[in-house]
């Protein structure tokens, strides 16, 4: 019961977190400089162009208006147009971007989240070891490269020297990503680098933290083999902050995206916030980051409840600690 | 303190990262002094050139620059900007978390609750949204706009911190001694976190490397014709088919960077909170 | 080779390699233990005993060495492999930890926990091993098994987690058990039950154990034999009465007559102190390990030493026990008569006070309506476990909570507020000195900034040199010197670092000092001198106490007048001789039972308390001690709220027992 009631204020939690993110975004973009009318008349506008298309764009409305009008056209699930493409609609770019960063995000999990836990596990239980070392010197390098410079070394090795891999990762035009995949790998790997640092060496402490505890000591006297006590009494124990890392790390992975999808050309969310910013779009500007804070409160909701499922400790909670 | 250095001795790696720490440094205060080239010359005998051709010991860019002197310059915004940015972002995480911690209760429930708003969008893309407000990006804006993006982290660290000692009697005797909330905290118990306050500062200082090369990278850092290493490894990935190296030697000038001063923060994290 | 011997350790010793150096943990231990025989070792923090334990299952840190042999069986443990092991550890030789809870696994079931022993050590199927744990359980008189092993660590109680823990190294009927501070963690009546569980098991599965503790009483309770254990050696062995009544070695004398036990009171005797405190033992220290702390040592005190045998099966290092001049070391009576005492008026006077703390939206009541009042120049000791309120009790006095209801008076003044709207003549007066001195000194500050602080704040002292010679003077007192002024807390041992604490309370003259357990933390040699030093300051200084403590007979020892607590509520309140002696309130009486005495000849009544007090965010109809209760009489302990019941001047007790008289 005390479980169901935390996930659902967790939800509300949630809800709230999106509500005032979206003041906040449309606060932040509606400061940038420049005039959205002259924006989009370009060099050829006569003052009296541009003042009724302020009216006719209610730019002229007060500025809790403007976002009101703003807010309840997402609530019904409308983003409104984009300014730079005039007339086309958010919606109709931004799921596909949405769905390609989607499939490039789950390609870079796939990759590093069991990478890391092998690793983070095998330097835990081997801590101090050379073994450990070297997998710890590695993580801590891989954590420290911004995604562009380990991108930057890849395309260097892979696409120039050994040219095996395409140097960007744009889908030729009439094509589908499904036919392209070749050109996740690089994105991907570039993705798996900085993350596999940062999640391995999370799992590296928690396993060492839960290898040197009481219970682990108690179930090694209890005359259990070593294999087992690491994989039946530690392991489920020292995953559970990574799982809680991972899922954090969401809103990094997605900031990151936004670097990897710069270098590559690739065609996600990031690369159309990144365009959005150069133009001044700030209707898609809004959309995109409203958009990125949602994965980020989702994917933290979800690691919670996760994390609430797989422990005990908080699964049959009393009201009363 | 001579633990420190006992500890540093037999830890070759963080001694490493000393040294290239230092390395930068030296170069960028007195490193342009030192080239054959200043940051804007144009050697248009020499553009693509390979490292070593022409007196360009790491080669040219497609305009014929210099790239060790691009790098060596480059050096000194990126160095400026990451010192002052984990210096702000720490203090003034150190005053809002603590606060928030101290006094508990509500303040800390709504700090909570704004912090759980601010981290929900990542550090990134809020430093890419401030920075467009504000414009053409200088030294001064930069770094308060990565301090700004910082500060949520800094100040849940610097709160967490604080929330270990709370709990110590030694603040509760204070308090029955006569002491008021402001020695508490900061003559009190500042001083006995110190140690992962050092830690967090060092290691922001490596993320704000971080960030001001990626906004470079990214086209929202520094304008041009200010030399900055995020910067030429977007500019110059057009060539880098034909000239890899001048991709290469930007992005390993932000990797040695970095890694030297993670291995610092790594070291310090070892020296200064698992081992007392 | 003797069938009969299940264990001969011969000259194991231990060393740990540290930045400091290498340190000897363990120096030259030899004994053996029989078939069937319990064995108790005594020891103080840094004594090697949990050493000597983890080297019996051949578990040390990788920082250690070891040399001589464990035979078990004839067979030296040292020398197996880990693979060996793993046949040995939880099926022939069983270990039982001081912290129940974090032993066990917080994400298993109980029985899975329970079932995995005999699935790997018996090979049964997992359906053979579930019926095993149940029945495993019901042996140690745990209703409803099968409920139980379906939980939780986190969900049941500390003694019952002990229990568990206790099953788990039953299941194999191991030959040898080897239990290691187990009811350290435990309150004192759940200590009592779990000791009684042990000695009860010990005969029915015929088998050896060693018992770890700090603990002279608890020792006593459950061993035939005992070894005292100083720095790495064991110092003295024998049979538990000879060990009691007839001690060679210096330190086994010391150390017996250190501690608080039934009888003794700060009116008749001091207590035995042992000067200064437990060093490191680095590798080239030769000699006897008590040397530096004993008052008996002569010349040839550094080379002669050596475990002899002076009695039969009675074993001593000390080269001097043979000499016959060693002066009995027992119990100083106290010559001098106490200052006589000035009573006039009340120190503090408490009013139906409450403090309630809200827990994710419910109501606990750690204070439940308590009204007292205590004199001037008088200690109250407080005794209850732990949940009671007597550290919330204390903490509302002090001014660090808030009272949610009821006044509190210090000298007539209302002090019903916190620190934050008490003025620095109030703060000054009324102090407290807290469990764990190396928490409650600032660990960044010198020993002069950490007394000078509070008389710069409250007593208005602005000159530093002025404060400076009142530190020395203060430090002179508590029997440090001025050479600590420039120390920081951090490089104290902890008797040092409580005296500082005392020093920085004594030094604003306060009219009441709330003790919160200001002994528990501390080693029972340094105990003694700290209750001697609380003794003599406060019968000196004419100020009160208020003296928590789960320790009875520290209690008993220093107090004037006794309070028992339970859930937040006074249960008996009298002068020491009447709260310890007949008529008692029946939770009195069983935590006076649960006591485990220091003298292996004295044996107490056999009041046993099942179950854990109850929840206290519940609102309590009628006495809070009536579902666990020996003596309950009828329904009226449930629903009517017992009134206390006066039993001459200032005795009395809140129980139906006496008002339906």
């Given at each position: ?21 979206s ?20 060099q ?59 499939v ?12 890391s836990i ?8 081997r ?43 744009v ?16 994105p ?78 690739f065609?996600g ?7 959005a ?5 700030v209707?898609?500007?809004?959309a995109?980051?409203?958009f ?10 979800i ?19 | ?6 500890d ?5 790696l ?23 080239f ?14 070593g ?6 080669g ?6 210099d ?10 915004s ?21 606060s ?16 759980d ?50 709990g110590?009697?030694y ?20 001083p ?23 906004l ?22 057009q ?6 190296w001048?991709v ?29 | ?79 197996k ?10 099926n ?6 001081q ?57 049941i ?59 002279m ?26 060990m ?13 007559n ?5 009888g003794?009171v ?72 106490v200052?006589e ?15 309630t ?159 919160d ?7 029972v ?16 200084s ?13 209690v ?5 007048y ?15 001789d009447?709260v ?13 039972s ?12 056999a ?36 009134e206390?019941v ?14 339906a008289?």
């Amino acid at each position: 019961m005390f479980f169901i009631r935390r996930f659902i204020v967790r939800l509300g939690s949630m809800v709230a977190t999106l509500a005032v993110m979206s003041f906040l975004i449309f606060f932040l973009v509606e400061l940038m400089p420049g005039d959205v009318a002259q924006m989009v008349l370009g060099q050829n506008s006569t003052p009296e162009g541009l003042a009724s298309l302020r009216e006719s764009m209610g730019l002229n409305d007060p500025f809790l208006v403007r976002y009101w009008r703003w807010f309840s056209g997402l609530l019904q699930g409308d983003l409104g147009e984009s300014l730079y493409m005039r007339g086309v609609a958010i919606n109709s770019i931004l799921w596909r971007k949405v769905g390609h960063s989607l499939v490039l995000a789950i390609t870079a999990l796939l990759f590093y989240v069991p990478l890391s836990i092998f690793f983070g596990v095998v330097a835990g239980v081997r801590a101090g070891k050379l073994s450990d070392q070297i997998i710890s010197f590695f993580g801590l390098a891989t954590m420290a490269l911004p995604e562009f410079v380990s991108g930057v070394l890849f395309i260097t090795l892979f696409s120039v020297k050994l040219k095996i891999l395409p140097i960007t990762s744009v889908i030729p035009i009439g094509e589908s990503l499904w036919g392209n995949l070749n050109i996740l790998i690089l994105p991907a790997l570039s993705i798996t680098i900085v993350m596999f640092g940062y999640v391995s060496r999370m799992q590296r402490s928690s396993m060492i933290q839960v290898m040197d505890s009481d219970y682990v000591r108690a179930a090694t006297l209890k005359g259990l083999p070593r294999r087992y006590v690491i994989f039946r009494h530690a392991l489920k124990n020292a995953l559970l902050p990574t799982i809680t890392i991972i899922g954090m790390n969401m809103g990094w992975l997605f900031g990151g995206l936004i670097v990897v999808e710069t270098l590559f050309g690739f065609p996600g969310l990031g690369s159309l916030t990144m365009s959005a910013i150069k133009t001044r779009d700030v209707p898609l500007i809004e959309a995109c980051v409203l958009f990125i804070t949602f994965i980020f409160v989702v994917s933290t909701l979800i690691t919670d409840t996760l994390y609430g499922v797989l422990n005990p400790r908080v699964r049959l909670a009393k009201g009363v600690d | 303190m001579r633990r420190i250095l006992h500890d540093l001795k037999s830890n070759p790696l963080a001694i490493a990262g000393f040294a290239v720490l230092f390395l930068w440094i030296f170069l960028a205060l007195a490193g342009p002094s030192l080239m054959n080239f200043t940051y804007t010359e144009m050697d248009t005998q020499n553009q693509i050139a390979p490292p070593g051709t022409g007196g360009h010991l790491l080669g040219t860019d497609a305009l014929g620059r210099d790239l060790l002197a691009r790098i060596v310059t480059g050096s000194r915004s990126i160095l400026t900007v990451a010192l002052f940015t984990s210096f702000f972002s720490t203090a003034a995480g150190i005053i809002i978390g603590f606060s928030a911690g101290y006094f508990g209760g509500l303040v800390d429930k709504i700090f909570l609750r704004i912090l759980d708003v601010l981290m929900s969008i990542p550090a990134l893309v809020l430093a890419m949204v401030i920075l467009g407000v504000l414009g053409d990006s200088t030294i001064m804006s930069l770094t308060l706009m990565i301090s700004i993006a910082y500060i949520p982290a800094t100040a849940r660290v610097a709160r967490g911190t604080l929330l270990t000692h709370k709990g110590r009697e030694y603040v509760d005797a204070a308090r029955i001694m006569g002491e008021n909330n402001f020695s508490i905290m900061f003559r009190q118990i500042l001083p006995n976190t110190l140690g992962p306050i050092i830690v967090e500062a060092t290691a922001r200082f490596a993320y704000s490397i971080m960030m001001v090369a990626s906004l470079g990278f990214l086209g929202v850092g520094l304008q041009p014709p200010t030399p900055d290493w995020g910067m030429m490894v977007i500019e110059n990935k057009q060539i880098i088919s034909v000239a890899p190296w001048s991709v290469l030697y930007p992005a390993l000038a932000i990797a040695s960077l970095v890694i030297a001063i993670s291995l610092i923060s790594d070291f310090f994290s070892k020296v200064l909170i698992h081992e007392s | 080779m003797n069938h009969n011997i299940i264990l001969d350790v011969q000259g194991l010793s231990v060393n740990y390699q540290t930045y400091y150096g290498t340190v000897s943990a363990l120096r030259d231990v030899t004994f053996k233990l029989k078939e069937k025989q319990s064995l108790g070792i005594i020891g103080e923090s840094g004594s090697g005993k949990s050493t000597l334990a983890f080297s019996i299952m051949n578990y040390l840190a990788s920082n250690g060495s070891t040399d001589g042999n464990i035979l078990y069986q004839g067979e030296n443990i040292l020398e197996k492999s880990e693979r060996e092991m793993v046949g040995l550890r939880g099926n022939k030789i069983a270990m039982v930890y001081q912290n129940p809870y974090s032993s066990l696994n917080p994400s298993l079931t109980i029985g899975k926990q329970l079932d995995e022993v005999t699935i790997f050590h018996r090979n049964l199927s997992k359906k053979d091993a579930r019926k095993e744990s149940v029945a495993i359980l019901k042996d140690l008189y745990l209703g409803d098994a099968e409920g139980l092993v379906k939980r939780f660590p986190h969900q049941i109680s500390g003694g019952m987690q002990q229990r568990i823990c206790i099953a788990m190294a039953l299941l194999c009927r191991p030959d040898l058990m080897i239990l290691d501070e187990p009811t350290t963690a435990l309150d004192v009546t759940t200590e009592a039950v779990i000791l009684d569980l042990i000695n009860d098991l010990k005969k029915r599965y015929q088998m050896s154990m060693i018992y770890i503790s700090h603990d002279m009483g608890v020792v006593n309770k459950v061993s035939d034999n005992i070894a005292v254990m100083y720095r790495g050696e064991v110092v003295e062995y024998g049979d538990k009465k000879s060990m009691f009544h007839k001690p060679e070695h210096p330190y086994t004398r010391a150390l017996i007559n250190c501690i608080p036990r039934s009888g003794i009171v700060k009116e008749e005797y001091r207590l035995n102190t042992i000067p200064g405190y437990v060093r490191k033992r680095s590798i080239d220290e030769g000699g006897c390990p008590f040397l530096d702390r004993c008052g008996k040592r002569v010349e040839n005190c550094e080379s002669r030493y050596g475990l002899r045998e002076i009695a039969e099966d009675h074993f001593t290092a000390c080269d001097r026990a043979f000499a016959k001049d060693v002066a009995d070391d027992s119990l100083i009576p106290k010559k001098v008569d106490v200052i006589e005492k000035t009573e006039d008026g009340e120190a503090l006077n408490i009013v139906n006070l409450y403090k309630t703390f809200n827990s994710r939206g419910k109501k606990v009541r750690a204070v439940d309506g308590l009204n007292f009042s205590l004199k001037k120049n008088n200690v109250l000791g407080i005794v209850g476990e732990s949940g009671c309120g007597k550290s919330t009790l204390g903490y509302t006095v002090t001014g660090l909570l808030k009272p949610s209801k009821g006044k509190i008076y210090f000298d007539g003044t209302d002090i019903s507020m916190t620190w934050k709207r008490r003025s620095p003549e109030v703060l000054k007066e009324i102090q407290l000195i807290f469990q764990n001195p190396g928490r409650s000194l600032n660990p960044s500050f010198t020993i002069e900034q950490i007394i000078g602080r509070p008389m710069k704040r409250l007593l208005g002292i602005k000159s530093k040199t002025e404060r400076r010679e009142r530190i020395i003077e203060i430090l002179k007192q508590v029997d440090l010197g001025k050479e600590y002024l420039k120390r920081k807390a951090t490089q104290l041992s902890g008797g040092e670092m409580q005296r500082v604490a005392v020093a920085r309370a004594f030094v604003l003259s306060p009219g009441l000092i709330v003790c919160d357990e200001p002994t528990s933390a501390l080693d029972v040699s340094v105990q003694s001198s700290v209750l001697n030093l609380l003794t003599d300051l406060q019968q000196r200084s004419g100020a009160s106490y208020i003296f928590i403590s789960h320790d009875l007979n520290v209690v008993n020892y220093i107090s004037d007048y006794i309070m028992v607590m339970y859930l937040g509520r006074i249960v008996e309140f009298g002068k020491r001789d009447e709260v310890t002696s007949p008529p008692y309130h029946p939770y009195t009486e069983a935590l006076l039972s649960a006591v485990p005495d220091v003298d292996p000849a004295l044996t107490k009544g056999a009041v046993r308390l099942e179950g854990a007090p109850p929840n206290p965010t519940k609102k309590i109809k009628g006495c809070p001690f009536a579902g666990r209760c020996h003596k309950k009489i009828g329904e009226i302990c449930e629903n009517v709220t017992p009134e206390p019941v006066g039993f001459g001047e200032i005795h009395s007790i809140a129980c139906h027992l006496y008002s339906a008289d």
